[in-house]
């Protein structure tokens, strides 16, 4: 139990384009999701707190208006990586709760070019 | 303010050998739970173990162990006998407890096991 996944696993795009990325609950209700980013050999940094059908929370120094949340399910959030840029290139890992536990999906590697 | 501190950055050991982690934690709050994740060059977070602040006991699972000390506001996580499959980056993290809190991480300790 308490699976989640995220569609893409990789993506690579050119300077400037939009990247959307999914997190699902596969066998549980997630009120709560996180979105988090993770570069080489370092912590994870969280991003915003997703509620669902709520405005997402960002954490202080996250662009709203670069990543977009929307949490419009109980079982999927996704993350829009708007106007990428290669710095944009990082590790992205979603995590639902359950039960007072985060469970993380396998997480999004961006590389944009 | 909550904080999770893993002085650990990097540990080596060879298999077989025993090798704990340490995690220091900082927090106000009276119930909050404390959580370690495994991360395999995969880059997958997989879940170890949850433990409620007012629940000290020790837990075993395996090779897996754990020492929850409040008066320490310690956590250190235990593996004996280490196999080369347990090479990962262990995280330390700390959440208030009620739900749809977001989780403190601390920096995270890389294992490696040699064979």
């Known amino acids: 139990g308490a699976v989640v996944s995220q569609h893409p696993s990789w993506v690579i795009c050119k300077s400037g384009t939009s990247v959307k990325i999914e997190c699902r609950s596969l066998?549980?209700?997630?009120?709560?999701m996180f979105w988090y980013r993770q570069f080489p050999k370092q912590s994870l940094m969280l991003m915003a707190t997703?509620?669902?059908?709520?405005?997402?929370?960002?954490e202080q120094g996250v662009e709203k208006d670069k990543f977009l949340i929307n949490h419009a399910s109980l079982t999927l959030s996704t993350l829009t990586v708007t106007s990428a840029h290669p710095e944009d290139s990082s590790f992205y890992i979603c995590?639902?709760?359950?039960?007072?536990?985060?469970?993380f999906g396998p997480g999004t590697r961006l590389l944009v070019l | 303010a909550q904080k999770v501190t893993q002085a650990q950055t990097e540990i080596s050991v060879v298999e077989k050998e025993d090798v704990t982690l340490d995690c220091v934690y900082e927090?106000?709050?009276?119930?909050?739970?404390l959580f370690w994740y495994k991360q395999p060059p995969s880059g997958e977070l997989v879940f170890l173990i949850r433990?409620?602040?007012?629940?000290?006991q020790n837990e075993i699972s395996g090779r897996y162990s754990w020492n929850f000390q409040k008066s320490t506001s310690s956590f250190n996580f235990t593996i004996t006998a280490s196999q080369v499959v347990d090479s990962a980056v262990y995280f330390c993290?700390?959440?208030?407890?009620?739900?749809?809190?977001?989780?403190?991480f601390g920096a995270g300790t890389r294992l490696f096991v040699k064979a």
């Open positions: 995590s639902a709760s359950l039960r007072e536990t985060q469970y």
């Open positions: 066998d549980f209700q997630a009120t709560t």
């Open positions: 997703s509620n669902e059908g709520s405005k997402a929370t960002y």
């Open positions: 927090t106000r709050d009276t119930t909050y739970y």
């Open positions: 433990r409620n602040s007012f629940d000290e």
């Open positions: 993290a700390l959440s208030r407890a009620g739900g749809g809190f977001k989780t403190i």
